[in-house]
């Protein structure tokens, strides 16, 4: 049966009772706002958190051994521990580090492609590895050479200088010469500090630095040397389901190798991700149960307040029955009321939406939202309204025609 | 006759249980949602020092290269070089004054059934601790002039001092620190500084340290770099010294100025002492010193995190909606006792009395709200602390003005919520309703 | 035009079972103008439902202008109601968020009808009712005899073969009352089936047909008493 959609009548309605359709459009704006800016948010942040460090975090740990007592030798006990940690069973390979990726904490250095302190200089995060670094850190070099034994160097406790070669990541390379291929960074020249010159020998495919919110989060340069510290850490990569029982062996080992150290902060790259990321994976779970929430308190303020119209208009309902609305013109005449009090609120919601987003930019410098999560907000405010208008107004299509007849 | 109203709210909530429950509901996680972030932030943002917190200053010296500013827009860096500390601190020009650093050592307990561990170090000056008035269980700090002397003297904090002492007063005992052997001067009560304002470099919510020794330590022993260390040139030289006197920066310092004439009087000393370096070729950039007070300092190291402020605010919106729901049913709900309106009104109730009924009604329903939503509110501080873990523990805590503030909160909101509904249903005319139906 | 045979009616709760129409019979032919009367509780109101498509009956068969309604699902019913019946209600029952274009908008919508057409049938309607003039009006802005007027004038928009009045001067004084009933002997005369239930002996006298109900059936020995007349004078 052909029947016309009631635009007209229903509006003039709802501009009569005003006050409980603004709020619901109010509510369904408010929502619309905090719902898509918290889903932009999510996605960015669910992103972030999807980077990868380049390394084999699952099957990696990393410890720190901190000698103390007058005749403690580090570069003997270094060279000792290395050699336990590789000859064990399960190690894939292990290096000495003087930082962790995505942990929190490193080193970084500018490099230039001139020399002197005036020219534009681009950031590194800088690990010091030997020439198992390569195996340990699960890289690929993708250009040049890995070092060599005779590549490495003792680094002494704050001495300044570079060795003279490095190797860098991919990223990094094409960050100092945009203009050339990155194969072709092989062989060039970079100053360190300013004017210390080092020549790139190789290029890895991937290692993030160690400051997971750094806009050079991909520059990292690997150096060849081992530093002389009584406080230095390990980085060990285990075969696959060997980690947990690793970790326990190799500390109680290296503990017994040597008296005067304390092995400390035996930690997984998980954990260290985990950590790290902690902040983004809490905001995540933070803003999603807002959201939820939000939604399901707006969904039933509609069913709330929808329920209550029923109610209140049953003579009515009863009436448009007896003139001859059949149960769907009911259902329909609810859902059409819905759907012009969301579009109203969805509308509002786009301008507010929008509105939030520019003062989270303002504020927070955040990013502007990508244009798409409107229409999608629009879409899921307008579903939840309908879904949550279904209930009332089916209970508002069980009214019996015949209550029209009834005096009361 | 608030009694009365009282009567009337709770026969007519247990009326309409859900939808009763449902703003209930909706009040309480409003509240739970606005108290859990609000606490969080007005933790972060908390004076850590009240008493002293205009007295105390954090200074910035410009010392970094003529090319670029240590952080944009032209922003001195925020530590100072060796060089800077220890000539700052040798003039003496504040009434209390510390540079500070931090570092790590191990600690060799000379108990044998003690095990040695690692421990956090602050190296700082005499007055640091009279200066942020640190809390002592026994003894005291040392002098200034003990500083000078390069003392082995140490204050430890009362987790140290029961760990290695069985927590005995260990004034005058001795302890094995990275090596060396110091005697402790002082032992620290609990001290809790949210945030731990006189360094915030390595994150605004650590503990306070382990033990505490005199800064030149840092010279005399060699101590590693804790904290942030930045270079915008390279160490002139190979050693511990030569990155000593770099101009690497890895060094906080703080002064106590009583008063704003004492504040004018460093900053001239501060200009005059950058002019006398500049003649000796440091400081290539303008005049850029900066002393900044307590609170000015941790507004300027953003110590209250961006992630806590945007969640305040999206919680003030989720309340809002939580209020405009609660109006929309409360429309419902009164609308429903038109006819009862009316009655009340024939037989002689003021509009002012059916108003006051109607708000009763829904200050109740706030109240247990407020409940609700401070229930829901140390839940959520629970999650919070498991999501981010336990180094924000000290930030979780709901305190009296909280409790306070969220039943302030969810009673005005709630009444402000009635206003419009209770002010509809109370200008029905007395017998509009009793005809017709 | 209607014919009801051996219609029952009972309603049934967990305790007990009420007949409310018991063996009903009647006929209406096309063109009749029939009253029916009886007491409170005697099933006229019960009658109305039936015969309007309100509600369903238990047993019986009624046949509407040559349908056999038994059988017909809820949709049907309404638009078979929606067609051939108009309904005019003691307390008017105009939907008081609506002017009075849109509430005789109301039946014509589910109807089908084009813009153009309903537009025609509103404005006639109103018209022919007297009230064409203040088309805009909210319902409670009219005293109650021009809301049944628009009432009226909502069941004739559809032109109904079949008009159902349920006490249609319920609610109005006497004046008021005797302009509705002008009115609707008008409409009977155009050729408009009415029925009509009331329990005033006075208005059913007006009318061609009367029928007498009590205890759910048709009391044949019961007519209006002229001495009802008289004493109302």
């Known amino acids: ?408 | 006759m608030f009694y009365y109203y009282l009567k009337l709210a709770s026969k007519s909530i247990k009326r309409t249980p859900w939808l009763s429950g449902l703003m209930m509901l909706a009040i309480a996680l409003g509240i739970g949602a606005c108290m859990t972030t609000i606490t969080v932030n007005y933790l972060m943002s908390a004076n850590p020092i009240p008493e002293k917190s205009d007295q105390l200053y954090y200074v910035q010296l410009d010392s970094w290269s003529p090319h670029f500013a240590a952080r944009e827009p032209n922003e001195p860096p925020d530590q100072l070089t060796w060089t800077d500390a220890t000539n700052l601190m040798q003039a003496q020009q504040a009434f209390r004054q510390s540079a500070m650093a931090s570092s790590g050592g191990v600690v060799q307990p000379d108990n044998p059934d003690v095990k040695t561990f690692m421990a956090s170090l602050r190296l700082n000056f005499a007055d640091f601790f009279p200066m942020f008035n640190a809390p002592f269980l026994y003894g005291s700090g040392w002098q200034y002039s003990d500083d000078v002397a390069r003392k082995q003297v140490a204050v430890i904090s009362k987790e140290t001092n029961d760990r290695v002492f069985g927590g005995e007063n260990s004034v005058g005992k001795s302890i094995t620190i990275a090596g060396e052997m110091f005697t402790v001067v002082g032992v620290l009560d609990e001290w809790v500084l949210v945030p731990r304002f006189y360094d915030v470099t390595t994150g605004a919510f650590s503990e306070t340290e382990d033990v505490f020794i005199p800064f030149y330590m840092k010279q005399v022993m060699q101590l590693s770099n804790g904290g942030n260390t930045n270079c915008w040139k390279s160490p002139e030289g190979e050693g511990f010294e030569a990155f000593l006197m770099s101009e690497c920066i890895n060094y906080q310092m703080w002064v106590e100025l009583p008063t704003d004439a004492d504040r004018d009087a460093y900053m001239t000393f501060l200009n005059a002492y950058v002019d006398e370096q500049k003649a000796l070729g440091r400081f290539p950039r303008p005049h850029n010193n900066r002393l900044s007070d307590v609170m000015t300092w941790m507004e300027t190291e953003e110590v209250v995190a961006d992630d806590a402020q945007i969640m305040m605010y999206m919680a003030f919106l989720f309340l809002f909606v939580c209020i405009l729901n609660t109006v929309g049913l409360l429309l419902s709900k009164f609308a429903t006792r038109n006819g009862d309106v009316a009655l009340r009104r024939a037989i002689g109730a003021t509009k002012g009395a059916i108003f006051a009924q109607y708000i009763t009604e829904t200050a109740l329903i706030g109240l247990i709200g407020g409940v609700l939503g401070l229930a829901l509110a140390s839940l959520g501080l629970q999650a919070i602390e498991s999501l981010y873990g336990d180094f924000i523990s000290e930030l979780v805590h709901l305190d009296a003005t909280m409790v306070v503030l969220s039943f302030g909160i969810a009673i005005t909101a709630s009444v402000l919520a009635g206003c419009y509904p209770a002010w509809r249903v109370c200008s029905i005319p007395p017998a509009s309703q009793l005809k017709t139906q | 035009m209607l014919s009801m045979n051996n219609i029952n009616k009972v309603f049934r709760t967990d305790l007990v079972e009420t007949t409310a129409l018991r063996d009903f019979n009647l006929t209406i032919d096309e063109g009749d103008f029939v009253s029916v009367t009886g007491p409170s509780g005697s099933g006229k109101t019960t009658f109305l439902n039936i015969a309007g498509l309100l509600e369903t009956y238990t047993s019986g068969q009624y046949v509407l202008d040559g349908t056999d309604v038994s059988n017909l699902s809820d949709r049907q019913r309404s638009q078979l109601r929606n067609e051939k019946i108009g309904f005019i209600f003691q307390s008017f029952n105009l939907i008081p968020d609506l002017n009075l274009y849109d509430n005789v908008d109301v039946p014509l919508r589910y109807r089908g009808f084009s813009k153009q057409e309903r537009h025609k049938r509103i404005t006639q309607s109103l018209e022919r009712v007297g009230l064409a003039n203040r088309m805009k009006h909210l319902p409670a802005q009219l005293s109650g005899g021009q809301q049944q007027r628009v009432a009226i004038a909502r069941a004739l928009a559809g032109e109904p073969r079949f008009l159902l009045a349920d006490e249609p001067t319920g609610n109005l004084d006497s004046q008021m009352a005797k302009s509705v009933m002008a009115l609707l002997q008008e409409i009977n005369q155009q050729g408009t089936t009415i029925v009509m239930v009331t329990h005033d002996p006075e208005l059913a006298m007006q009318t061609g047909k009367n029928v007498f109900v009590r205890d759910g059936q048709i009391s044949e020995h019961e007519t209006l008493v002229p001495v009802a007349l008289a004493s109302n004078q």
Request: glycine share 6%; with cysteine.
């Open chain 1, 1 to 408: 049966m052909k029947t016309n959609l009631e635009f007209g009548p229903i509006c003039r309605a709802l501009l009569r009772n005003k006050v409980g359709a603004v709020l619901i459009a109010l509510q369904i704006a408010l929502t619309m706002t905090i719902v898509v800016n918290a889903i932009f948010i999510i996605v960015e942040r669910q992103a972030l958190m999807q980077r990868e460090s380049g390394i084999d975090e699952a099957n990696s740990f990393y410890l720190t051994s901190t000698g103390f007592g007058n005749d403690f030798e580090p570069k003997r006990v270094i060279e000792q521990d290395l050699d336990v940690i590789r000859n064990t069973p399960g190690v894939i390979d292990a290096i000495q580090i003087n930082a962790i990726p995505i942990s929190g904490g490193g080193w970084s250095m500018s490099l230039t492609t001139e020399p002197g302190d005036d020219q534009e200089d681009v950031s590194t995060a800088n690990y010091f590895v030997d020439a198992h670094g390569i195996n340990a850190l699960d890289l690929e070099v993708i250009a040049g050479r890995n070092f060599t034994a005779t590549d490495i160097r003792w680094r002494e406790r704050n001495q300044p200088d570079w060795p003279d070669n490095a190797m860098i990541t991919k990223a990094l390379a094409e960050k100092l010469f945009p203009d050339i291929p990155w194969q072709s960074v092989v062989g060039k020249t970079v100053y360190i500090g300013d004017d210390e010159p080092v020549i790139v020998t190789g290029i890895v495919d991937k290692l993030q630095a160690p400051w997971i919110g750094w806009s050079e989060l991909e520059n990292a340069m690997l150096s060849p040397e081992k530093m002389v510290s009584e406080s230095t850490r390990y980085f060990i990569r285990i075969e696959p389901g060997e980690r947990d029982r690793l970790m326990a062996e190799l500390e109680d080992t290296l503990a017994n190798a040597y008296g005067n150290r304390l092995i400390r902060n035996v930690t997984t790259v998980t954990e260290t991700r985990e950590r790290s990321y902690r902040q983004h994976s809490a905001m995540i779970k933070i803003l999603s149960t807002v959201m939820v929430l939000l939604t399901l308190i707006t969904a039933m303020g509609i069913i709330g307040l929808t329920s209550f119209n029923v109610n209140r208009r049953r003579k009515q309902i009863g009436t448009r029955r007896a003139l001859g609305a059949s149960k769907q013109a009911i259902v329909r005449y609810f859902m059409l009321e819905n759907v012009i009090i969301s579009t109203t609120g969805i509308l509002l919601g786009v301008a507010m939406t929008i509105g939030l987003n520019m003062l989270l930019i303002e504020w927070f410098a955040m990013t502007a939202l990508d244009w798409y999560y409107i229409p999608a907000g629009m879409v899921v405010l307008f579903v939840v309204g309908q879904l949550a208008v279904l209930g009332p107004a089916l209970k508002a299509a069980a009214t019996p025609p015949a209550i029209a007849t009834r005096t009361v």
